[in-house]
């Protein structure tokens, strides 16, 4: 019987099944269960069905310039990757889940400063291994010690937003934070690649590259991933479609000036301005905008982190895989869209040293403007942060 399928890779989807059994007497499900028994103490499992099921294709999000083939469930020996989660809350644990199971690296590692939690998590994710089948290392601890040497470092450290709280009012709590982070990345891990989730976004991921010394294209940070899974989303609901149909791009900044980018929508392979008119799809554009404060009104407490750790976890594996995904990301800017010295979301290519290459996509004038735009209003509230640390 179907176990459930999942998206294992681009345009794939598994299928995990069972074969059926007839009914069994007393005797003999007491010999079926001594079997499984014996089976699980020598992990010799019964044999998985893995069923493609090739009508499922990917939207743009992190789409790659070649095939991605689904590895073995649960391999890691060849990788040899080391990934770090700096923060254990609900953003930081989710993303340490989904790597883990994810299987693209061989050790996670959880650091928080609460006393305990980051090795509860980690000790009851790695309980989870047999059943989900994966053999990914999981580990937690309260410093950077067991974090050494860690080829990706993902920050989600620093205090969420609240009820009526835009992502500029964390800016100097969360500076001092994610600069302590730095230093102590910077310490252990002096050749990782940093991803930045850390709000206020765009700030954050500047803030950690200047106290870091790393070199620009290995630290970015986390926003436009999840600010055009929401796009494609929220087109997807609107025109009754699969969310795998929708293809968009969102690029500019995590918040005010962000700048989802309608002309580069195509839903079913059309463009989205001949499916529905202007002003339906500025209401899109600003759904998409408010997306992150509408889950934060609901949920009263936190803000959301299921769409922000698989954007996080993706952007992981193209860089831990050298896959060469081109994704919009925060990244640094020198001279692509006529931008300088400035870290904005914009396509990029990832790899395993970080940022290959920016994309330059052809935008209309009304975008590139509203980019260019987006590129002042963050300049000047990067420049701000260097003094909070």
């Known amino acids: 019987m179907p176990r459930g399928s999942r998206n ?8 995990d099944t069972i074969q059926p059994t ?3 007497s007393e005797r003999t499900l007491a010999v079926s269960c001594s079997k499984f ?35 073995p469930r649960g391999a890691t020996g060849a990788c040899n990757v080391k990934i770090t989660v700096v923060g254990a809350g ?5 993303t340490a889940q989904r790597i883990a199971e994810k299987g693209f690296a061989d050790e996670v590692v959880m650091t928080d400063v609460i006393e ?8 009851d994710m790695s309980q989870s291994r047999p059943i989900e089948r994966f053999e990914t290392k999981v580990t937690g601890s309260n410093d950077y010690g067991p974090t050494a040497g860690s080829d990706i470092v993902i920050v989600t450290a620093g205090k969420p937003r609240k009820p009526g709280m835009s992502r500029m009012d964390l800016l100097t709590d969360n500076a001092k934070i994610v600069g302590g982070v730095a230093r ?15 709000n206020p976004l765009d700030e954050m991921t500047a803030l950690f590259q200047r106290v870091s010394g790393f070199p620009t294209e290995r630290v970015m940070g986390q926003a436009g991933m999840l600010d055009t899974a929401r796009l494609a989303d929220k087109v997807a609901e609107r025109l009754g479609v699969s969310p795998l149909d929708v293809d968009a791009i969102t690029l500019g900044s995590h918040g005010d000036t962000m700048v989802p980018v309608p002309s580069r929508v195509r839903v079913q392979g059309k463009p989205l301005t001949e499916l529905l008119p202007a002003g339906d799809i500025a209401q899109l554009i600003q759904a998409t905008r408010d997306g992150g404060a509408e889950i934060v009104s609901l949920l009263k407490t936190g803000s959301a982190y299921y769409a922000p750790s698989a954007a996080a976890a993706r952007m992981a594996e193209a860089i831990a895989t050298d896959e060469g995904a081109i994704m919009p990301v925060c990244a640094w800017v020198a001279g692509q869209y006529g931008l300088s010295g400035v870290y904005l979301g914009v396509p990029a290519r990832l790899g395993r040293r970080g940022v290959q290459e920016i994309v330059e996509l052809d935008l209309t004038d009304s975008e590139l403007k509203d980019l260019r735009a987006a590129a002042e209003a963050v300049r000047g509230k990067q420049a701000d942060v260097d003094s909070l640390v």
């Open 8 to 15: 294992v890779a681009a345009g794939q989807v598994v299928e």
């Open 22 to 24: 007839p009914a069994l």
């Open 37 to 71: 028994i014996a089976a699980w103490g020598s992990r010799a499992w019964p044999p998985i069905v893995h069923k493609v099921l090739p009508h499922r294709r990917p939207g743009t999000v992190g789409s790659a310039p070649r095939e991605r083939r689904l590895p």
């Open 90 to 94: 609900k953003y930081g644990s989710t």
């Open 116 to 123: 305990g939690l980051p090795q509860g998590l980690a000790l």
């Open 184 to 198: 102590e990345v910077a310490a252990t891990s002096p050749d990782a690649v940093v991803i930045v989730v850390s």
